[in-house]
């Protein structure tokens, strides 16, 4: 990288790679706008006169995150479509990822949720809506679960849906520890299971 800053013709979506990466490393609060200058090569002033301050930035990099992420496909689920194994693969590719290449790095987007929650401001209004649509979109899943018999009918379709999502952020902070993917996966098997699937 040129440390001197790169010309106005830089890659920027190399450049947002790798500030998820490091915010993916490092988390919101810790990571600081001169550390992405650097690793990029870029200067403070064209970070700034290219993606605003820190939490604009940090906004469009979740959002790439977030739709290369394995549970952006519960968003695109079509009719008939089995959603316990949809589930298992999804959960067993999410952990994968969180420790992908032994870096143990959790969830972007639940590690930084965690520091962000009590911000009364844009960043925080937007997290928030991040996760509350996310759980709509769970309970979504668990009604067409249940209209498709794969769940007991008397299944409470937002409380299942819950249930997955606290689990979902469990995995986030499993994942941290050396645990490898099998027995992720396991565990998520076994999950899925008491919840009332057949997979």
């Known amino acids: 990288m040129n440390k001197r800053g790169?010309?106005?013709?830089f890659d920027r979506e190399e450049i947002l790679e790798i500030a998820l990466n490091l915010f993916w490393e490092k988390s919101f609060m810790s990571l600081s706008l001169k550390e992405i200058a650097k690793e990029t090569g870029l200067t403070r002033a064209s970070l700034y006169n290219t993606f605003g301050n820190k939490d604009v930035l940090f906004l469009e990099v979740l959002r790439l995150y977030i739709r290369s992420s394995p549970e952006y496909a519960l968003f695109d689920?079509?009719?008939?479509?089995?959603?316990?194994?949809?589930?298992?693969?999804?959960?067993?590719?999410?952990?994968?990822?969180?420790?992908?290449?032994?870096?143990?790095?959790?969830?972007?987007?639940?590690?930084?949720?965690?520091?962000?929650?009590?911000?009364?401001?844009?960043?925080?209004?937007?997290?928030?809506?991040?996760?509350?649509?996310?759980?709509?979109?769970?309970?979504k899943v668990m009604q067409q679960a249940i209209d498709q018999k794969e769940l007991p009918q008397d299944t409470d379709p937002k409380i299942a849906a819950y249930l997955l999502f606290v689990y979902m952020n469990g995995i986030s902070i499993f994942?941290?520890?050396?645990?490898?993917?099998?027995?992720?996966?396991?565990m998520a098997a076994g999950f899925l299971t008491r919840l009332g699937f057949e997979l």
């Open 6 to 9: 790169r010309p106005v013709t």
């Open 77 to 139: 689920i079509k009719q008939g479509e089995k959603i316990g194994p949809l589930l298992l693969r999804v959960m067993t590719e999410a952990s994968s990822r969180y420790s992908f290449e032994g870096k143990n790095r959790g969830c972007l987007a639940a590690t930084c949720f965690n520091e962000l929650l009590d911000r009364n401001d844009t960043l925080g209004h937007e997290m928030k809506k991040i996760f509350e649509d996310f759980k709509v979109q769970l309970t």
């Open 175 to 186: 994942s941290k520890s050396d645990t490898n993917n099998e027995q992720l996966r396991t």
